[in-house]
């Protein structure tokens, strides 16, 4: 049986499930979990919460928007995107499959929670692939995946993800050229989020779309 499922780094203590119903990811500001983020500004932490991001979970790997092509890390720490390796993302992405088969025209979307065609309301969303497999933060080497966020909004703008990319994204290379098959498939996202109005952001939800042979 296919399955889409969705983890974060929790407490950096090893991975832990958010793919459960009502349980999802929250932005927040720099005072930690409840604590608003700015208009414009981009959040300075990053929590497991239920979809009204009012239960506090674990707090997760943040990565903040600082540029086209930078992000700043836990510890202030900045990097180039390229730079950031898979470890430090924000969410791993899995699909699983009974038998071993090859992913393609995998991406990811950031929608309103009714209609995956139309865009969050009230508030911007950046996002980025790694495709760095280095153990140092921030990598030594640059990855092979794009230099430059994405800000994805329903089906006018989209977040491809690689083609692919093995257990532990072993096989992605530079994203579109793998052809490799097997029974598990991750990629790993950052995400970064901006308020474009004060209040509660809940037409916000991310759906992730894929084909498999």
Sequence with gaps: MAAIL?????DLNGLH?????GSGLGFYGSGGFGNSVAVSEYQDNT???????????AQ????????????ELPGAIQAQLQHIPNSK???????????????????????????????????LTQAYECLNLGGSVPSAVAGSGLT??????GNITTLPLAQSPGISGLYAGNGSASTHEDTQHDWYVCLSASPNSVGSKTQYGMVVLLEYL
């Design 89 to 123: 993302a924000t969410l791993n992405i899995r699909f699983t499959n009974d038998s071993a088969v090859e992913v393609q025209n995998a991406e990811l979307r950031i929608y309103d929670r009714v209609d995956i065609t139309a865009g969050a309301t009230g508030v």
């Design 6 to 10: 969705f983890y974060v780094d929790e």
């Design 60 to 71: 997760t790997n943040n990565v903040k928007y600082i540029s086209a092509t930078g992000a």
């Design 17 to 21: 499930d958010i793919s459960t119903a």
């Design 47 to 57: 929590f497991v919460t239920d979809s009204n991001g009012a239960t506090q979970g």
């Design 148 to 153: 430059s966020w994405t800000a994805p909004s």
